[in-house]
Each structure stands twice: as C-alpha cells, then as structure tokens.
C-alpha cells in the first residue's frame, strides 16, 4: 500500500473506504465516530480482509494524503459526506456515492412497486 491509495473492506451489506497516507494509517469517515477519522490499516479493518483499490483520480499521491489529513474532524453525513464522498474528494474527483445511490434506488423501485400491487 502507498500514500494516496484507496482502501476498502466489505461490512456485510456496504463497502467501507478510506485513505491510505505516508505513515500508513486510514484516513476515513467513520458513521462510528460522526467524522473523518485517523486510524491504524488493522484498525480500520476490524479483522476483515482489506482490499487495495491504487490511486484514484489524476491527482498526486502527496496531495491525495494531504487533501485526507485535511479533512479530519470534518462531521459525517450519510447523504452529502459519507465514506465515499470522502475518498472521491480527497481524489481530486466529483464527491459521490454510488452505493448510496444504488439503495435509494432499489428502495423506490420497491416503493413503487408495492404500491403498483396494491
């Protein structure tokens, strides 16, 4: 792992991200803590196996950590500033989130449809 790469683990339902920098800790947003986070690798992975996804985005590595440090403290909010809005930003990249966005979905198209039997 390098500074700057984006790790994940997988919590079951959703896959949790964060950001690897030079010391090798985790920089993450954590709906745990409320806010962005600075752990250990095996502290954020809790016992779970991590996955390495590299450097996403066209910044630089050295800026992708120092973009995460700077964001530590900032609050948590799972519809404009959860896990992957961080790790998006931090990138250099539009902040979104496409599991959140694939839920909402899923969770509309039942809505729609149990109303559709009804």
């Given at each position: 792992?390098?500074?700057?790469?984006?790790?994940?683990?997988w919590l079951g339902v959703y896959r949790?991200?964060?950001?690897?920098?030079?010391?090798?800790?985790?920089?993450?947003?954590?709906?745990?803590?409320?806010?962005?986070v600075r752990e250990t690798v095996d502290d954020f992975a809790g016992g779970r196996q991590v996955t390495n996804h590299g450097k996403a985005g066209t910044l630089p590595r050295d800026q992708i950590a120092?973009?995460?440090?700077?964001?530590?403290?900032?609050?948590?909010k799972l519809f404009e500033f959860n896990c992957e809005h961080h790790v998006s930003e931090v990138s250099?990249?539009?902040?979104?989130?496409?599991?959140?966005?694939i839920v909402v979905f899923l969770a509309a198209a039942s809505l729609l449809f149990s109303h559709a039997k009804a």
């Amino acid at each position: 792992m390098l500074s700057g790469d984006q790790i994940s683990v997988w919590l079951g339902v959703y896959r949790h991200y964060g950001i690897i920098v030079d010391d090798l800790t985790v920089i993450h947003n954590s709906k745990i803590a409320g806010q962005v986070v600075r752990e250990t690798v095996d502290d954020f992975a809790g016992g779970r196996q991590v996955t390495n996804h590299g450097k996403a985005g066209t910044l630089p590595r050295d800026q992708i950590a120092r973009n995460a440090i700077d964001t530590i403290g900032r609050p948590y909010k799972l519809f404009e500033f959860n896990c992957e809005h961080h790790v998006s930003e931090v990138s250099g990249r539009y902040p979104c989130s496409p599991q959140l966005r694939i839920v909402v979905f899923l969770a509309a198209a039942s809505l729609l449809f149990s109303h559709a039997k009804a």
